[in-house]
Each structure stands twice: as structure tokens, then as C-alpha cells.
RNA sequence: CGGGGUGUAGUAUAUCGGUAGUAUACGUGUUUUGGGAACACGAGGGCCGGGUUCGAUUCCCGGCACCCCGACCA
């Protein structure tokens, strides 16, 4: 992508209306725009990045045997007072709308009742399970009060996977799966150091569900950490028998903030029952299915990411999720200059390394590298009359002071051993 | 939903009951090009409704929007 292309760029104001450090690098850097409180539109660099986290989500999900399919985001009121959730009472931030006709309808702000709901038509044997599908999809909930930039909006994009098992222990085996496909997707993301299994509240059908929270003061949760075992407790179930209970020692538990980026939860038979979503055993006796639900807020994540590796310049991608692989600068206006760099660019693409290519021509150098430095991402390289002269291009990680210079051969090596 | 605050140009801000200023971004031109270059010229602005007043962007009332704290968060 050649950067005079691009239609964002960069603001040197922050923005007067955001205090949370995520909306305000992604507004300066051109990632999100915002719609109004707690709404944004993904811009094309943003995008770039969700569809990085989208990806490292599906292989895990798939992994696990994940199958993807999409629901619809209107949603069926009947379907929804089967499980009693339909009632303003019981659930009070449901956006919902109206047909012409006056039917009632809302907009998805979960999916367990649209998968019990569609499962019902194929699972009817103990044959057909189980059953891992998924979706990713924007999800609409109508908050009192959104806050922290991208962390807590009232739309917004997560993935939702629900398991359909025929018992406790098919379902337990699952659990732990996808617990470490959580763990892999954090770890994936640059932010699994930060990341700890924390134990909170589990509802009817189980003692603990499981969030994955990730340690910034920009979280709205307060848990207890062992840094040693790497797991922690929130707040919500911070009791002393918990505590006993999960072998800890309350001296070595410390109080942190953190945001929640997943939670995994073991629902029983909390929807297969209202939804009388039943399979025959091999003795042709029904059963109620086992559920579990598994879900991450792709924005959310991407804020998180942000909160918790940046620096006073800018945003520091982890290479996993960056928008580019490489940023390429060409400095000044000598021709040789920029058809050097021009050159590396269309090598670089041919390379299958994912580049933006800072061509413009009017802009100065500092401004360059500002830009570069606030967008983040991790690799840079810089074209100009003095990087030419001393053999080469300059390679600087964005988390390095100084670069060096490189011939193309070695930095075209660099790249493929980098991955 | 309770409390507090703020609405001025694309963005960030200043002043003011009587012609709304600056920076940045933008357009044109000249000179610049390794850490947000310089100069000149140009274009662009008072959230909505009502009231007070000769005159309101400013004061008052209502609305709406946004931010913060708290409550809430399937």
C-alpha cells in the first residue's frame, strides 16, 4: 500500500472528547473513527488489525474443531421469551426495533439462544454430537454507559463459539481445550505475559467460569493475581473458602486492575433445557445437551493491545497483529532516492512482506518518522540519499533506538527468517 | 439511571453583549528534506429551539450531544 494512497493520515492533536489512551493513539494513527459515545467505525489500518486478530482466532478455533457460520444479528422474539430473556426486566439493554408491521424484533447482544434455537433442527442423536460452531459478528448492546474508547462500546465485533456435548465429561474435555486456545490466542496477540485465567462466577451449572484478563489500569475489573501460578481470582468470588479452595495462599495474592479480552463458561443445561434441545442415547433414551459458550471482543482486544504496549510516540504493534509488516520510508526528493525505494517496494510485495510504502514527496522527514512511530508498525525501513550511500537501507524495530544498514539481499533475508 | 463538566473551522483551542483570533490540517507559489521545515497569499467556524436585549456565539430557560465519577454490565 503506497501511503500518498492511503485516505487517513495522522492528526498531531488529540482528540478533545477521548481520555483513554487506546481511542486516542488509534484516532491520531487513523485507525477507528467515532460514530458517537461508544460507537466506531473501523478504518482502512484498523481493519487491517481486526482481520490479524480474526485470523489468529479462527486457526485456534478450528484447531479445537471450530465451525464457522454466521447468525443473523435480527432476532426472533419468540425464540428469546423461550429462555425468558426477551422481558425488558430481565434483560435491559437489548436494542430493539419494529417491523412495519409492528412485529417486535432485537438486535443480537448474545447468541446462545439463536445456536440452541438453530441446533434443534440437526441434533438429534447421539451421533450428531458434538458440535463446535462459532461466528464472529457485531454484537449490539445497549449500555447505560459506554467508557475506555474501544474497551466497552455499545456495537461492537467479538467471535462467540458454543459447545453442544452430550455430557459433563465430553464437555470438561472441550473446556480445557478451549482454555488453551484462549491462552494461545493471547499469547498469539502480544499480550499473553499480561494475561492471567482468572476464576469468577459460574453461574448455576458450575463453580467458576473462566475470564482471561489482562493486567492495565485501563481495566474496569479488580482481580487478585499469583504471579507464580500465573492465575488469578476476580474480585466477584474473592472469598477465603475460594481462595482455599483453588490452592492459594491469600499472602501472595496481589490486587490489580485488568480488562476481561475472554471468558469461557459452562452453561449445563441452563438453554438445551427451555429450547428442549434433547439427543437419543444409544439405548434411545433422551438427554439433555450440555453447553458451554466461549467468547472475545475482537475491539476489545485490539484497545487492550494498545493500552498496554505503547510509548510516548506512538503505538508499538506486536508482529502478529501489525497492520503492515514493514514500514518503508523514502526520504527527499533525489530521484535515485525514490526509485530505489520503489524498487524494494515492488520486491517487497513480491515477497509476500505486507508493506506500506511512505512515497509522498512533499513531506518533510521528521514528519515521516512521526508518522511511523505513531502507527507502529514493527518494522521500519528508510530510503534516502545517505542510507544509499552507506550501502544500503536502514532496518529499525520499532522498539529500537538506532537502526542499521542493510544490502536488499540482506534484508530481504531478514525478513523471511523473521517470518 | 444519579452526580459533575463541556459544546466555537477537518482537528485543537482563545476572546468577547456590538467586524470571532491563533495553531495545525487544507489550496496555490517559492525555497526546503534524517526527527512533525520557512515565507507569502487563499478558503473555512459559533450544537438545536426559545427568552432577555436596539443587538446573543457570549446572559437565561429547555432540548440534544460528548466526557468524567458512581450504579449497571446477559
Known sequence: ?????????????????????????????????????????????????????????????????????????????????????????????????????????????????????????YISSYKDLPVYPYDFKNIFRNETRSKSGILRGREFYWKAL???????????????????????????????????????????????????????????????????????????VYTDEVIESLGLDKDTLVEKRAIEVGNIFSLGTKFSE??????KDENGKDNLVIMGSYGVGLGRLMGTIVEVLSDDKGIIWPESVAPFDLHLLSLGKDEITNKEASKLYEELLSNKVEVLYDDRIDVSAGEKFADSDLIGIPYRVVVSKRSLEEGGFEIKKRTEEKGRIVNKEELLNLLKTNG
Open 1 to 121: 500500500m503506497k501511503q500518498s494512497h492511503l485516505f487517513t493520515k495522522t492528526k498531531k492533536e488529540s482528540p478533545s472528547d477521548e481520555v483513554s489512551l487506546n481511542a486516542e493513539l488509534l484516532i491520531k494513527a487513523g485507525f477507528i473513527n467515532k460514530e458517537m459515545a461508544g460507537v466506531y467505525s473501523f478504518l482502512p489500518l484498523g481493519l487491517r488489525v481486526i482481520k490479524k486478530i480474526e485470523n489468529i482466532i479462527r486457526e485456534e478455533m478450528d484447531a479445537i474443531g471450530g465451525q464457522e457460520m454466521r447468525t443473523s444479528v435480527f432476532q426472533n422474539k419468540e425464540v428469546w421469551e423461550k429462555s425468558n430473556r426477551w422481558d425488558d426486566a430481565v434483560v435491559d439493554n437489548w436494542f430493539k426495533t419494529k417491523l412495519q408491521n409492528g412485529t417486535e424484533i432485537g438486535l443480537s447482544f448474545t447468541n446462545e439462544e439463536a445456536y440452541a434455537d438453530i441446533l434443534k433442527q
Open 162 to 236: 458454543y459447545s453442544f456435548s452430550k455430557n459433563e465429561e465430553e464437555h470438561n474435555i472441550f473446556y480445557e481445550k478451549a482454555k488453551q486456545a484462549y491462552k494461545n490466542i493471547f499469547t498469539r496477540a502480544g499480550i499473553g505475559h499480561l494475561t492471567y485465567i482468572t476464576f469468577a462466577s459460574g453461574g448455576t451449572f458450575a463453580k467458576f467460569s473462566h475470564e482471561f484478563q489482562t493486567l492495565t489500569g485501563a481495566g474496569e475489573d479488580t482481580i487478585y493475581i499469583d504471579e507464580n501460578k500465573g492465575i488469578a481470582i476476580n474480585k466477584e
Open 274 to 279: 427451555p429450547f428442549d434441545l434433547k439427543y
